[in-house]
């Protein structure tokens, strides 16, 4: 009879093998991604955000300092308050590290 390459499952000592161990590692490692990936995409959605406050901060004073209409200023005034409207909610929402 051939003897496997591959360890079995148990050896004679009634220990797990090498292959349990790497499966129970393999599956820490898959739930801690998984864990951290709501957390990064998270942070990659407030930094989205504060970009986007940025640049409607900045397209505002500019369109002020053009002479634009008033009619886009209040649009981009709008935007903006919308905006840091959904900034402020989600940091309200999130825990504070202190807790």
């Given at each position: 009879m051939q003897r496997s390459a591959w360890p079995?499952?148990?050896?004679?000592?009634?220990h797990c093998g090498w292959r349990v161990g790497l499966a129970t590692l393999l599956l820490t490692v898959g739930m801690a991604r998984a864990q951290?990936?709501?957390?990064a995409a998270t942070a990659a959605h407030?930094?989205?955000?504060?970009?986007?406050l940025l640049r409607l901060q900045q397209a505002r004073f500019e369109a002020q300092n053009r002479g634009e209409p008033p009619a886009r200023l209040k649009?981009?005034?709008r935007q903006f308050q919308h905006t840091q409207?959904?900034?402020?909610?989600r940091q309200q929402a999130e825990p504070s590290a202190d807790d």
């Open positions: 079995t499952a148990m050896d004679q000592t009634g951290a990936a709501p957390d407030d930094r989205a955000l504060a970009r986007h649009a981009l005034a409207r959904r900034w402020r909610q």
